[in-house]
């Protein structure tokens, strides 16, 4: 109800029941703000996109995929990237709080993802884009030069070498259960284990750490990962920057 309007129902009011002390609403003061720096929130999930068809009679196909979901935080009001609106509008007390979107926070953020890695679907012409997902990035890999990306891989570096760098910047960073990749923090707590053994074995020893309370096994993994290098060749294991020796 506009200011106007809340004037003119409390004269009517008087004016139709005098001796009734009825309560009469208060006009709301407008307050217009454009000083207000959005926290880009940023949720991490998995989505169902459905192949954009060439031909109408073709069968759609979809694909599940790992997504970036963005959207900003205006002082509690929360707004998808995509969306149109100029500006959020919410009651504060007395007063109608309109705050207006401060589009070049937003753009910087958006390029933040993007040199990551991360694509508009949109942007890609290779999905049927949904309201649904007018928000949502997909892992392209911050090389567009790169003809072979592989998406696990690109996941995995964003997950562990990035996502601590944006939350330290202020993202609000949030991850389903769904989303493929999860960093697991070692707790710092090891333990270790020696117990007698039957045949040749005198004894035998777990060394280990917990991981998210759960016991992880040093040694187990330091086989794995000794058997793997040496089966790989030396440019997968070396070093970024690195050159081997040939």
Not at 13 to 27: I, N, V
Not at 217 to 242: E, K, Q, Y
């Amino acid at each position: 109800m506009k200011p106007a309007d809340v004037l003119t129902l409390i004269a009517t009011l008087e004016k139709t029941l005098p001796d009734r002390a009825l309560p009469t609403p208060m006009p709301l003061r407008k307050t217009r703000r454009k000083d207000v720096v959005p926290t880009p929130h940023l949720r991490l999930t998995t989505a169902c996109l459905d192949y954009r068809r060439t031909r109408y009679w073709e069968t759609p196909e979809s694909d599940m995929a790992a997504v970036a979901r963005l959207s900003f935080d205006y002082e509690g009001a929360r707004i998808g990237a995509g969306d149109r609106k100029s500006d959020l509008t919410h009651v504060d007390g007395d007063q109608i709080v309109s705050i207006v979107r401060n589009r070049p926070a937003e753009k910087t953020c958006r390029a933040r993802l993007e040199d990551l890695g991360f694509e508009r679907i949109d942007a890609l012409g290779l999905y049927e884009v949904t309201p649904d997902h007018q928000n949502d990035f997909i892992m392209i890999g911050p090389d567009p030069e790169e003809e072979l990306i592989d998406p696990e891989r690109a996941l995995l570096e964003f997950s562990h070498r990035h996502l601590p760098a944006l939350r330290a910047e202020g993202w609000i960073v949030e991850i389903d259960e769904a989303y493929p990749i999860h960093i697991a923090e070692a707790g710092g707590d090891w333990f270790a284990d020696v117990r007698e053994s039957s045949g040749i074995d005198w004894f035998g020893v777990e060394l280990g750490i917990l991981i998210d309370g759960k016991r992880v096994s040093v040694l187990r993994c330091c086989s794995i990962f000794s058997r793997a290098c040496a089966s790989a060749p030396a440019s997968a294991i070396s070093p970024p920057g690195s050159t081997s020796a040939t």
